[in-house]
């Protein structure tokens, strides 16, 4: 890899800090869920599963932004806006669900976004570091997620 090359992969230290920032809660309240009991488990796993919901949120807007960017003039936008879409509507549904099938839903779809991000940056649409900050945020935070589930 040249050093141009190697300053391109170099992950931004804001994406690592912010993205950092986003994994606490899910930490956090999968911690807390599991020590927990009664009415304070109760919050704290609706708590990590609505974080969960709106992380997902967040995640397909990036899907949206890479569909839409102006690097692929021409390139069929259907299929990746329709996929954008998704985990929020499985992030929504997943709190409709009883505990502990919202969290393993979430972990699920929240390795499924890492493996559209894993697609989208060897296609080409996504910074050369994407993978390295997508791959332990989302490895953490499906860990949490199914930690959260075994209570």
Same mark, same amino acid.
């Given at each position: 890899?040249?050093?141009?090359?190697?300053?391109?992969?170099?992950?931004?230290?804001?994406?690592?800090?912010?993205?950092?920032?986003?994994?606490?809660?899910?930490?956090?309240?999968?911690?807390?869920?599991?020590?927990?009991?009664?009415?304070?488990?109760?919050?704290?796993?609706?708590?990590?599963?609505?974080?969960?919901?709106? %992380?997902?949120?967040?995640?397909?807007?990036?899907?949206?932004?890479?569909?839409?960017?102006?690097?692929?003039?021409?390139?069929? %936008?259907?299929?990746?806006?329709?996929?954008?879409?998704?985990?929020?509507? %499985?992030?929504?549904?997943?709190?409709?669900?009883?505990?502990?099938?919202?969290?393993?839903?979430?972990?699920?779809?929240?390795?499924?976004?890492?493996?559209?991000?894993?697609?989208?940056?060897?296609?080409?649409?996504?910074?050369?570091?994407?993978?390295?900050?997508?791959?332990?945020?989302?490895?953490?935070?499906?860990?949490?997620?199914?930690?959260?589930?075994?209570?």
């Amino acid at each position: 890899m040249s050093t141009a090359q190697n300053i391109q992969a170099r992950v931004p230290s804001s994406a690592i800090w912010l993205g950092g920032l986003g994994v606490l809660p899910f930490v956090a309240l999968a911690t807390a869920h599991i020590l927990s009991t009664g009415e304070i488990a109760s919050l704290t796993g609706f708590a990590l599963a609505a974080y969960g919901a709106v %992380i997902l949120s967040f995640l397909g807007g990036i899907q949206w932004g890479l569909a839409i960017a102006p690097n692929r003039p021409g390139a069929p %936008i259907g299929l990746p806006l329709t996929l954008s879409v998704v985990p929020s509507l %499985i992030g929504w549904g997943a709190l409709l669900l009883p505990d502990p099938a919202n969290l393993l839903v979430l972990a699920l779809t929240f390795l499924a976004v890492l493996a559209l991000d894993l697609w989208a940056a060897r296609a080409g649409l996504a910074p050369d570091w994407y993978p390295k900050l997508r791959i332990p945020l989302s490895l953490i935070v499906a860990g949490a997620l199914i930690a959260g589930a075994t209570l």
